[in-house]
């Protein structure tokens, strides 16, 4: 279980001075700038859960993580992760979790991939047996057998995610965070690396706290969502939750003819029109609490003549590009 | 030592890795870097064909320096040849070219992971430059040969100055790896420790004595390099090993090395210290 509570972290960095001499100036400078990364964040994510931690670049997603797992002191507040303070207790709270950081990798890059797998079942005292077992385990499921033997900086991107993904599972730590784990990968590696997370999570029993920018990601396997800017938590729930609450609406895209411009519809409203082919598209919108979505059809339908028509619900990216972008016009 | 690993997991007391597996993981450490530094074969090649070289040319130049005199400031030739060769192979080992294990994981960040491993940092990084310096010993061996095959070598003064020379170069090896990695944790401030390591590199080898014996140098500046750590290094153990009469004066010498040892890792205990918390408050 992960459980943080009005954490805070703040960076000091010199204060850049202006005007002449400003490069001297601000070398000998003392005054500093005080930015706050992580502002008052408590969450708490139960044993079993897959939760995504969700938030536009800089938002203080990867300070969290570092608090988390005790790379990084907080400047307030109180961590706890399987009952250790990771900052407090390091040595401890290291057998207890695993980390992927996709920008960077654990491996040793000069060596064989397998000589990486070896140090860190050494490193954390894996009995012989029951290291090659889960390694054959996990060179099974994620194919890994061809490249065992290459060196990690001959892998590609794909493949050394992939051995980072299993440095990160080998001794088989309850808790597990995966900072950006699918960063510039395929469709296909992408896909592999969920599957397996969501492996890990069925039969281990692995708790998850995973950030990404692929919101594909968070539908295939994250229950919950934390979304975080600026530092501070802008919401904290189900997917679901999520999507009525920023995008209680509903769409229905009809393909006609002719749109008269003074048409109206009693309920569902014309957002807008555009051409396709020799046809127009229109696109109107309804909230499914006010008006079902036949009677809305039915509406629409009489009112206009139409040759096809189509219902979408705003997905969650759409749902999330419109938070990060609410947060942005408040700045 | 396992690890508890069954689903419905509770949460128990801290586990920690035992005294034996943390002893097994520093050894892999250790394995780990020594093999690392034989992935590059032409380095390796240049290794060896530098030490080599190196020992043929301080050869050739002490017998010039000498000419036919035997003796130069109190010392015989064939002691300053045999210290020349030794101390040629010695510092291969002891200051390496190649020294990136700390600098290499401060750049890309992967130093991160060093923080949260069951085992603390501090072993870990001494025990891979250990490693990569072991890693040296094939081509010093291979020099030390080349220098014995052209009988530039002597026995040691005595049987006894032969074991007190053992001791003294573990013990240098020890100082030698304490002040490497105290330059190396310099990257936790600057971020940039190749400059420091060469200028570092190239102050230690005179200071040491490796490149030319204290003995040849004016009374003022080996006497104030007697008092720095780095004549512990090289001077000292060749000191002893080309002594004929090992006596008191041996067992001060080797004091004083078991001193800076203890000294060198307080210092560097303290540093560390600071670069650790450096790393996890201001992240890096």
Known sequence: MIRAENLVKEFSRPRRVEGRFSGVRSF??????????????????????????????????????????GILVPTSGHVEVEGIVPWQDRRANALNIGAVFGQRTQLWTDLPLRESFELISRLYGLDRADYRR???????????????????????????????????????????????????????????????????????????????????DIEHLAQ????????????????????SRYAPYREIVVRAPLVPED?????????????????????????PEVIAAPAAIHRITTALEVTDITSREPGVEDVIRQIYLDGEARR | MSIATAPGRTVSAPVRLGAAAGSRAVLACAGQAWRAQFVFRAATWSGIIGATLQVVLVMLVWA???????EVAGVDQRDAITYAVLGAVIAAVFQPFVYDTLYGRLRTGAIAFDVMRPLSAVPMTLAQQAGAAAAQLPAAGIALGVGLLLGALDAPGSLLSGLAFSLSILLGFTIAQILNSMIGLVG????????????????????????????????????????????????????????????????????????????????????WRRAIRRLVIFGG
């Not at chain 2, 010039?64 to 035997?70: E, F, I, M």
């Open chain 1, 28 to 69: 000998l400078s003392t005054q500093k700038v005080v930015s706050r990364a992580v502002d008052d964040v408590s969450l708490q994510v139960d044993d079993g859960e897959i939760v995504g931690y969700l938030g536009p670049n800089g938002a203080g997603k990867s300070t969290t993580i570092k608090m988390l797992t």
């Open chain 1, 134 to 216: 889960s390694l054959d385990v996990f060179v099974d499921l994620l194919d890994m057998g061809p490249f065992m033997d290459t060196a990690v900086r001959a892998l590609s991107l794909g493949q050394r995610m992939r051995g980072d993904l299993v440095a990160a599972m080998l001794y088989r730590p309850p808790v597990l965070y995966l900072d950006e784990p699918t960063v510039g990968l395929d469709v296909v590696a992408k896909v592999r690396i969920r599957e397996f997370i969501a492996e890990q999570n069925r039969s281990e029993g692995t708790t998850v706290l995973l950030t990404t920018h692929d919101i594909a």
């Open chain 1, 224 to 243: 919950r969502v934390v979304i975080i800017d600026e530092g501070r938590i802008l919401y904290d729930g189900d997917l679901e939750a999520l999507r």
């Open chain 1, 263 to 287: 048409l109206h519809v009693d309920g569902p409203d014309l957002v807008g029109t555009r051409p396709d082919g020799d046809d127009l598209l229109a696109t109107f919108r309804f909230d």
């Open chain 2, 64 to 70: 010039a320096v000498y000419g036919a005199r035997t």
């Open chain 2, 188 to 271: 936790f401030w600057t971020l940039e420790v190749s400059g420091a390591f060469h200028i570092y590199r190239m102050f230690v080898q005179f200071s040491s004595g490796a490149l030319i014996p204290l003995w040849f140098m004016p009374a003022w500046l080996s006497g104030g390099l007697s008092f720095l750590p780095f004549s512990s290094q090289v001077f000292v153990p060749l000191t002893i090993y080309v002594d004929p009469a090992p006596g008191t004066q041996t067992l001060v010498a080797i004091g004083v090395q078991l001193l800076w040892v203890l000294i060198l890792a307080v210092l560097a205990a303290v540093l």
